[in-house]
């Protein structure tokens, strides 16, 4: 089991930035990967940004990419997701995810078998 914690979301006005946090706890020595996934209000869960655990590659989508940049601190077992020029489509829950299987794209939700509760950030425009 892998128990996920987020923090980090709030209110930000269109154009500012922010920073996610993952904390991980649990069976992390066996962390294939983890991510970071969005859902907005009427909308299935998407993929935003996640990173291979065992060898670092990154994946982002195209509607973060070149805006945002996901990274970890391995000592601290955390996961982090800085997003700047943040826009009121950014609009979500976001949910950090994680799993400890062998997965192949890396970026669809149902390969990810850990949940956080999720954390709300809401762009003003």
């Known amino acids: 089991q892998v128990h996920l914690v987020e923090s980090g979301g709030g209110l930000v006005q269109a154009g500012g930035s922010l920073r996610l946090s993952c904390v991980a706890s649990?069976?992390?020595?066996?962390?294939?990967?983890m991510g970071w996934f969005r859902q907005a209000p009427g909308k299935e869960r998407e993929f935003v940004a996640t990173?291979?655990?065992?060898?670092?590659?990154?994946y982002y989508a195209d509607s973060v990419k070149g805006r945002s940049t996901i990274y970890r601190d391995r000592a601290k077992n955390t996961l982090y997701l800085h997003i700047d020029s943040l826009k009121p489509e950014d609009t979500a829950v976001y949910y950090c995810?994680?799993?400890?299987?062998?997965?192949?794209?890396?970026?669809?939700?149902?390969?990810?078998?850990?949940w956080g509760q999720g954390t709300q950030v809401t762009v003003s425009s």
């Open positions: 649990g069976r992390t020595s066996s962390l294939y990967a």
């Open positions: 990173f291979s655990w065992t060898g670092g590659t990154t």
């Open positions: 995810g994680a799993t400890i299987e062998t997965i192949f794209t890396m970026t669809g939700v149902p390969e990810y078998s850990y």
